[in-house]
């Protein structure tokens, strides 16, 4: 079983239909694959159908965007309710937010000298997308202002960047809430990825876990060298709070480098523990929730 549970498609900020994203993922030799576009859950109508037909089992999730420590924490979602109404809220407000930025950042690029217009974006993005920085960078690469997204991103666009401009996301503690009450099971997301260990630091997990945290995802591109140790200093933690332990490959198609479909995966036993973690979420929130497909 081959079970890849981190994956981004052009309803956010992937290149790849659902469609296109569901095929490739049964072309990869993945049993399994989890959708979880940033703040929506859009493409999920769509990937089941694709998923029925290429024979993969999908789980729908969502990638949200949350704040803690003043610091971005993104919270891996799976199979929540998407109508339970304060989830509905939280969402469109994020993306509110996504779009709200937009005119600052270009406003920024432009007084670098590299200009790109919202219509630019769009343009790249598709109408419907949820907007994100990457959509910018590809605008840059669309008006030769530089050759991929990894360089718009270390020039301009990285936290913190000449352009970078911050956006409203709900408190981490929050979104598990919200997660919770609409019967979803959640996985922090490359926690220490990215030098992101002091803004979520090992002491805030009990915390976390008293608002309802399933897993970990401790298998990540992001957590690599410099902190060769993160990943054994995180499954510790897991086994510490009973957490369940995911891999997966944050794949953007062709927007993001070293993240292929099935570059780290996530055990068959700790997934069935996710799945009963969602069903119990959704069984103490009364919710009908969706099941893997
Ligand atoms: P946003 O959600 O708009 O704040 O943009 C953050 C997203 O940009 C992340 O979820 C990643 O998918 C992507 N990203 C962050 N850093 C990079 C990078 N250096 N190169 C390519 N994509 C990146
Ligand atoms: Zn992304
Ligand atoms: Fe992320
Ligand atoms: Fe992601």
Redesign the pocket.
């Known amino acids: 079983m081959r079970i890849d549970l981190h994956t981004h498609s052009a309803v956010s900020d992937g290149t790849q239909s659902p469609t296109e994203l569901v095929r490739a993922a049964a072309a990869a030799g993945l049993d399994v694959l989890g959708l979880t576009d940033h703040d929506t859950s859009a493409g999920w109508g769509e990937a089941v159908e694709a998923a029925s037909d290429a024979g993969v089992e999908l789980v729908r999730g969502m ?1 949200v965007s949350t704040t803690h420590r003043g610091a971005s924490v ?1 919270l891996l979602a799976y199979l929540p309710d998407p109508t339970e109404p304060d989830l509905v809220a939280m969402l469109e407000r994020i993306v509110a937010g996504r779009d709200d930025r937009l005119p600052s950042m270009l406003d920024r690029l432009a007084g670098l000298g590299m200009p790109v217009t919202l219509d630019d974006v769009r343009r790249v993005s598709g109408p419907d997308a949820v907007p994100g920085r990457p959509h910018v960078a590809d605008a840059l690469v669309a008006a030769g202002h530089v050759a991929d997204r990894t360089e718009a991103f270390d020039r301009y666009l990285a936290d913190g960047g000449p352009a970078f401009v911050d956006r409203w996301a709900p408190e981490l503690v929050d979104a598990l809430d919200v997660v919770r009450r609409a019967g979803g099971a959640t996985v922090v ?2 926690p220490w990825g990215r030098g992101r260990e002091a803004s979520l630091p090992e002491e805030d997990f009990p915390v976390l876990v008293e608002h309802g945290l399933a897993g970990i995802e401790v298998d990540h591109q992001d957590h690599v060298a410099p902190h060769p140790d993160v990943r054994d200093r995180l499954r510790r933690l897991a086994r510490e709070h009973d957490l369940v332990v995911t891999g997966s490959s ?1 794949h953007h198609g062709a927007g993001k480098v070293d993240h292929e479909l099935g570059v780290h995966t996530t055990a068959p036993e700790e997934y069935e523990r996710l799945i009963a973690r969602a069903a119990a979420a959704a069984a103490a929130a009364g919710r009908d929730t969706p099941s893997v497909v």
């Open positions: 990638e993104h997301a490359h944050d």
